[in-house]
């Protein structure tokens, strides 16, 4: 008596393959045939027993979830796969998957966002898979000086202009300080946001509030002093004064070259000269 088994396609048994013990997934025909031996004749028709049904075998592959820091690389997607309930494990023998993940995230993505990871998998017909996508975040990043662009004024020279250092997010992103999620960046001269015009020496410091993407500048930057110089000027005096011997001496009259108008020198010309000095 031989027994064997016949794959089921469409409700029709597959007469063409008989299988001695099947191993995938699916559902056979159970058949025996009869040789027939000293006491009994051949059976000529195959007798069918039944139905045989081997199922798939269940497992879940899960996208882990993963986070990174703002602007930083991605992190490497990984997964975990997992047997069905009551399996001791995933997969049989020298089965394996096959699974490709990816994500909408970017490291520039807004950190107020949630992005999905999914993926693509393949194993074999034995199976039956689950695939639970995973969760993507961002989190702020603290701001550092190389996210910086800090100008500092060309001119250091008093001209009654104020000399403003200008701090923006470094160009180099390709991002405005809108889209980089910086937040509001103040510099103090001082102790006060207004720069300043006059000759003197300012300590310089930044701050940045907390921002969509970053979170505030944990500590204070200090920038090199701003050195404001005093404007060289000239005074001449002209015409020469002079005076006879027992005159009071003439009044001297100094005409001042590069003064920013309405600027006071506040010149006191004097000369050690008196009525009775010799000739």
């Known amino acids: ?19 001695i013990a ?9 058949f025996v045939e009869n040789a027939g031996g000293t006491k009994y004749q051949a059976v000529e028709t195959p007798i069918k027993l039944g139905t045989l049904t081997i199922n798939k075998r269940q497992v879940t592959i899960t996208a882990d979830d993963k986070t990174s820091v703002y602007r930083d690389n991605l992190a490497k997607l990984t997964y975990t796969i997992t047997p069905g309930t009551g399996l001791d494990k995933a997969l049989v023998g020298t089965d394996k998957e096959t ?14 966002g949630t992005y999905e990871i999914t993926g693509t998998y393949s194993i074999s017909d034995n199976y039956d898979i689950t695939f639970r996508p995973g969760t993507y975040i961002l989190t702020k990043r603290v701001p550092v000086k190389e ?3 800090i100008t500092m004024p060309s001119n250091l020279e008093y001209n009654k202009e104020a000399k403003t ?26 102790d006060t946001e207004v720069a300043p015009k006059d000759v003197g020496t300012y300590k310089i ?11 505030a500048m944990t500590e204070v930057l200090n920038l090199p002093d701003l050195i404001i110089t005093p404007r060289p000027a000239t005074v001449t005096i002209t015409p020469a004064p002079t005076s006879k011997f027992g005159e009071e001496p003439v009044a001297i009259v100094g005409v001042p070259a590069n003064v920013i108008e309405g600027d006071d020198l506040g010149l006191s ?3 050690n000269v008196t009525a009775e000095s010799p000739v």
């Open 165 to 190: 250092v200008t701090v923006v997010p470094n160009p180099a992103t390709g991002e405005t300080l809108e889209t980089k999620g910086l937040g509001n960046i103040k510099v103090y001269y001082g």
């Open 269 to 271: 010309l004097t000369a």
């Open 22 to 30: 099947p191993v995938n997934a699916g559902e056979y025909a159970v």
């Open 205 to 215: 410091r930044v701050e940045i509030a907390e921002g969509e993407n970053y979170f």
């Open 1 to 19: 008596i031989t027994t064997y088994y016949c794959k089921v396609t469409n409700d029709t048994p597959d007469m063409t393959n008989k299988l």
């Open 147 to 149: 996210d910086l662009s």
């Open 99 to 112: 699974v490709t993940l990816t994500t909408n995230a970017t490291p520039t993505s807004a950190v107020s």
